[in-house]
């Protein structure tokens, strides 16, 4: 633990860490969300399968194009514009009535983090030295997948207590929160 306290005085990396914590559990409180909002819906495990599909189609259709808009583009620009537009779409989930509106949202989803990934691997080596690159990476997969973790459980607990439409408020909430906290940082 003592070699990831130099990133964590580090603001630029404590920045994009801390958006990437944020905005990642919301996003997987709301998948589970989701999930269960299009089986409550549908009643069928066939439309699970379409649903997770309809997250992986933009991974196939933008991958190859990712890196390149993330080289030509501000990337901290392409995180903050995805986080927002993420916020606006999870919020629009619980108006909307039918499946096929939610797998056209969950894809919109899918979209946004195509792009926030790659641009935050892609800003890392402009925010830590070459000799913490390594560390940054590690504490970055280290929290995802701790997150991966934490997050379903908590969307699953948030959604037997309140029901869906507040696990999509609060994801919409974390989306805004990482946009703020990439905002007020002072990227150089």
Known sequence: MNRFLPLLRNPGFRAVWGAAVVSGLGDRI???????????????PVDLGILAATQIVPAIL?????????????????????????????????LVQTAGQ???????LGC????????????????????????ANSLLMLTRN???LVGPAV????????????????????FVT???ILTLWRYQ
């Open 30 to 44: 709301a998948t589970i969300a989701l999930y269960l909002l299009i089986f409550d819906l549908t009643g069928s």
């Open 102 to 108: 939610i797998y056209l949202l969950a894809a919109l």
């Open 178 to 180: 990482s946009a703020a």
């Open 155 to 174: 969307g699953g607990a948030l959604v037997a207590w309140r029901g869906t439409d507040p696990a999509f408020w609060l994801d919409a909430a974390t």
């Open 62 to 94: 933008l991958g190859p194009i990712t890196g390149l808009v993330c080289d030509r583009t501000s990337r901290k620009g392409i995180m903050v514009t995805s986080d927002l537009a993420s916020a606006v779409v999870v919020a629009t989930i619980p």
């Open 112 to 135: 946004g983090r195509q792009f926030t990934g790659p641009a935050r691997m892609a800003l890392l080596p402009d925010v830590v030295g070459k000799d913490q690159l390594g560390s």
């Open 146 to 148: 701790r997150v991966l």
